[in-house]
């Protein structure tokens, strides 16, 4: 893929994501018919739950289809911009009433704009969803594919992570005030091990976003993909998965590509697929879970943040010893958080209810904070055998 073949040009390493079933981190909230859509359309408009107009039209990201020229207000990214206005350089020009463009102000109402080429190769945008039912209904919340038959529901999962991570790194802003919090970090690689969304009508090659080959073809419910919502969707893998996932995750990191792994997974189960790789995936690089609370995308999602804490972990190499090899085995990085993946699990379905159990501690280290500025740290290494020193891994397995 083009993120593999560019980390062999970049300092930055390559990590593989694979994505495991039942993903919360994977799974997005209902795409709503949006107001302008509704009033474009002649349908109903959404209202608060009072019947009083709603205040926002929400957005969702997607792409334009052509470039378009828009006019950005001056001083309306921030409350205080304005108290600042010595600070800053002259506006682009000014909109009259009229809408027109004027390179001095006119009269004292005109509006001092940014003017601005979008394109669609910049990447996505927030903007209304305008989509509708076949039928010309608008798309409303859960209910909608909840209830409908199999072929009128939509998928909510993401077939592979790429599209989480673009999100990530397109809107996601870090302490300091930027963004491309991910792909600054590293270059990576997206596997489809056992993932929570897939292409019931098959995909072409090209259009591919994983690490493979040749088109995908026509995929089943509940043999290729295993969502949980909506519920009557649910399904979990059966036993005989976890051998797939196996051989997915050790031919990949047996390839020598990358320098570490990420593993998605519902955060019910992600704690036993982690220690179930932590034995038997023969490697020297570092093995992370991540698991969220909250759908991609919803207000106070602590699954991105996971994500990007993971990342942190992995370009550290805190987990490296003096020769470069993993010392730590694998880890769950939940809600900045380090958890050994012996002692790792879920006790409560809240962000931060992952405890250690089961041990002797557990938790290994902390994720840094940019304010005030911590360093990602490990508090203590455990002694046990793990993934290339594991007694049971798939290489001893294969000699014995």
């Known amino acids: 893929m083009d993120d593999v073949t560019s980390s062999r040009r970049s300092p930055k390493p390559t ?33 608060h739950p009072d019947g009083s107009p709603m205040r926002w039209d929400v957005v969702r990201p997607q792409r334009l289809a052509r470039p378009v020229t828009v006019y950005i207000e001056q001083f309306s990214a921030h409350p ?3 108290d600042a206005a010595e600070l800053y350089a002259p506006p682009d020009g000014y909109l009259d009433a009229q809408g027109v463009l004027h390179p001095t102000r006119q009269s004292p109402n005109d509006v001092p704009v940014y003017e601005v080429t979008l394109r669609p190769e910049d990447g996505l945008y927030w903007l209304p969803y305008m989509a509708r039912q076949a039928d010309g209904r608008a798309w409303e919340d859960d209910s909608t594919d909840a209830f409908a038959p199999p072929e009128r529901c939509r998928q909510p999962f993401y077939p592979d992570a790429s599209r989480i991570f673009e999100e990530i ?13 991910l792909a600054s970090r590293a270059n990576f690689a997206f ?17 591919r976003t994983d690490v493979g080959s040749g088109d995908i073809v026509p995929e089943t419910l509940g043999v290729d993909f295993f ?35 990420i593993w998605l997974e519902g955060s019910p189960n992600v704690e036993e697929t982690l220690y179930w790789l932590h034995l038997l995936i023969d490697t020297t690089v570092p093995i992370v879970g991540n698991a969220s609370q909250q759908p991609h995308g919803a207000a106070g999602n602590d699954g991105d943040q996971n994500l990007i804490d993971a990342v942190e972990y992995l370009v550290s190499r805190i987990w490296a010893d003096e020769t470069g090899r993993d010392r730590v085995g694998a880890v769950a990085i939940q809600n900045k958080q380090i958890f050994a993946a012996r002692e790792v699990q879920k006790a409560d379905a809240r962000p931060g209810g ?17 304010f005030p500025a911590t360093p990602t740290v490990l508090t203590f290494v455990p002694a046990r055998r793990h993934t290339s020193s594991s007694a049971v891994n798939l290489r001893q397995l294969l000699v014995r």
């Open 227 to 261: 969502p949980y919502r909506p519920l009557w969707l649910f399904h979990q893998p059966p036993r005989a998965a976890i051998a797939r996932v196996t051989n997915v995750v050790q031919r990949a990191l047996a390839s020598g590509q990358y320098g570490g792994a």
């Open 191 to 207: 596997y489809r091990a056992a993932p929570p969304g897939g292409y019931k009508q098959g995909l072409p090659a090209a259009q």
């Open 80 to 82: 205080l911009e304005r």
């Open 15 to 47: 990590i593989a994501v694979f994505s495991g079933a039942t993903a919360t981190i994977a799974n997005s909230a209902p795409l709503v018919t949006s107001n302008k859509a509704r009033e474009q359309y002649g349908l109903p408009l959404r209202a």
């Open 169 to 181: 790194d397109r809107f996601g802003i870090g302490a300091a005030g930027v963004g491309n919090l």
């Open 354 to 370: 992952y405890i250690a159990t089961g041990g002797h501690g557990g938790i290994v280290g902390r994720i840094s904070e940019e």
